[in-house]
């Protein structure tokens, strides 16, 4: 059974876990937020007295609890096994200094008699004919390892018993051993004698799982397990706990102060959860930003989620913004995407968060036009002209692409190739890639201004942005025009999204937001919002992306729905825009992810959870909120109210 869902995120700079509601272990990465997935299934259970293996994850008389503790990435799962009135208090978290994911359990019997618990885990890591995984025990650790790096599961207990090989075949008995120590074999369990519990009696254990790289050897391994044993992890649990509600501090960029209601509680569990995700989703060493913990590593649904999206990234940049991230923003677009650049000064379509080259089927122009973009529009946030001049030269190269891809368009000889349009659906020239063109020539511009004092001791260089700034007026103007020509039709009296289909697409919306190449009341905008009213509007009061959308059924797009959002800000409707708003929070997870989509039968998230570009709009639709006076904020006033 394939398990898509991503409920729960945790995790340091280089594990990265996400879990079920469940309190089970979907996803182990290392050493980057998007390589690789460690593990096919990591399960843990209690043989409880003579009973079989009661899975903590899966079992019928399990009643289940979840929630961060406030402000934190720090998991806890209650299970009450109502059968034998067994509660367990499961804690989940990753130390910030060791790459150590650690597992704390606290078992209480609510019983009237004796329960003997023997604890066990059962853990397969993926395997492949390249790369075969092996079982080792040693050190009173399970060790699983490949070529390339080695995950430990240990504690300060003893082993009471192991199986290296064919462990499938009797776990379900809650009774392992194996004359072997060690074995070729993916999936390998062991045990723990938790003793007895009396009735209301306590007891607590921990368990350790330590990833590192291979290169390390056995004799340094076990060093090192010795060493991490050693740690008190007491302390180390408050020092995660400090941590995290410290960087929420220092990113609280919007200083929200809501009125104590329940959706005000929503928008604020949202928004403290975007930063706590974003820190998740960085690759703090190259700058890369994932788009999501990844759902369907087999491509069975899609073409996978982990990757770094440079337009993706761009949208989640300017939210970083506004969350006083704007080191992690430098750094995607110092570092990240100077190495990434081709040579021809594109961008493909994804990257690992490594900076190598992913796969891809094709190419997108607006990812290439937005880095530009979102080069200047994080100059205006921090007005240091040094970081302009550092990325020029890697603006310029992108500039001439584009204007070869423009020239192309107008001449149609296609010499630049096909373009997929942001959905990554349609091949050809669509509106929102020719606007984001636009903006980034204007971009482009605004920076040669900036700049201008550094071009005045050399006259060649000067009388060359003169040019260019001339050329990319022209091509503005030019561009625009085009524009107009070809993608408003006139018997609908809307702007339609490509030169082909002429359907709807909410991203037609990106001629106004972000991109500025229309006004929001301009007649056209009007009458293709209008429109989008009519035909991407449902009855929930979500949005789809576009009319013909079939992708898991066709539902609404938290995307889409602030993107509208947004719009309706900026032409003063505000009631609109709360009712976009409003879908939002109310479809949100009960740790407050966004999805990528919403089931409408059900109200609730649908596919990918923790989608950054969500989050990203939602935090930039908040902001827009404030600044128009929604929301309460002390600058306001010093009465607090709802925003709703």
Known sequence: ????????????????????????????LYPTRDYKQMIDFFHVGLKINDSRLVYLHEDINNIYMQQYEEDTNILNTEVLNTYFNLKVVQTDYASIKENVLVRKYKFTNENTINLDLNFLVHSSLTSSPENRVSGMCRNDALIQYNHEYMLCTFS?????????????????DGKIWDKDYVGMSANSSISYDLGTLKPNETREFELYIFIEDSKIG????????????????RTEYEAVKKYWKKYVKDHNGLELDLAETPKNRKIKQIY?????????????????????????????????????????????????????????????????????????????QRFFTDGRLAP??????????????????????????????????????????????????????????????????YEGVNLYAVSSIFASFNAMIKIYEELKEEFTKNRVKQENVN????????????????????????????????LEDKTLDISILGTVIPFELFSPKDKKILNTVERINMTLRTYTGGYKRFETDTYREGKPWIIATLWIAEYYLEIGEKQKAKECFDFVIKTSTEHGFLAEQVNNSTMQPDWVIGLGWSHAMFIETLKKMIEKGMPFSPSHSMNSRSIF
């Open 1 to 28: 059974m394939e398990k898509y869902y991503n409920d729960a995120i945790i995790g340091n700079q280089n594990i990265l876990a996400s879990f079920t509601k469940q309190g089970e272990i979907l996803r182990l």
């Open 156 to 172: 300060k207990e003893k082993l009471l018993s192991s199986q290296i090989n064919n462990s499938k075949a009797n776990i379900e």
């Open 218 to 233: 056995l004799d340094n391994l076990e060093k090192t397990i010795d060493r991490i044993r050693k740690i008190d992890f």
């Open 272 to 348: 403290t959860r975007t930063i706590l995700l974003y820190s998740l989703l960085v690759n703090h060493e190259t700058g890369g930003i994932s788009a999501a913990v990844e759902v369907d590593e087999n491509l069975k649904q899609c073409g996978g989620y982990q990757y770094c999206w440079p337009r993706d990234a761009v949208f989640t940049t300017t939210a970083m913004d506004i969350l006083k991230m704007k080191k992690e923003v430098e750094k995607f677009y110092k570092s990240f995407c100077k190495n990434t650049q081709s040579r021809n000064g594109m961008w493909e």
């Open 360 to 425: 891809c089927w094709g190419y997108q122009i607006d990812e290439t036009a937005s880095v530009i973009v979102g080069v200047y529009n994080h100059y205006k946030v921090i007005e240091d002209k040094k970081f302009l001049k550092d990325n020029l030269k890697m603006c310029e190269k992108a500039i001439n692409f584009l204007k070869k891809y423009v020239e192309d368009i107008f001449q149609e000889t296609n010499k630049c190739g096909i373009s997929y349009d942001l959905w990554e659906e």
């Open 467 to 498: 040019k260019e700034k001339e050329t990319l007026r022209n091509l503005s103007v030019t561009l625009r025009e085009y524009i107009l020509k070809n993608f408003y039709d006139e018997s609908k009296k809307s702007l339609v999204r490509n």
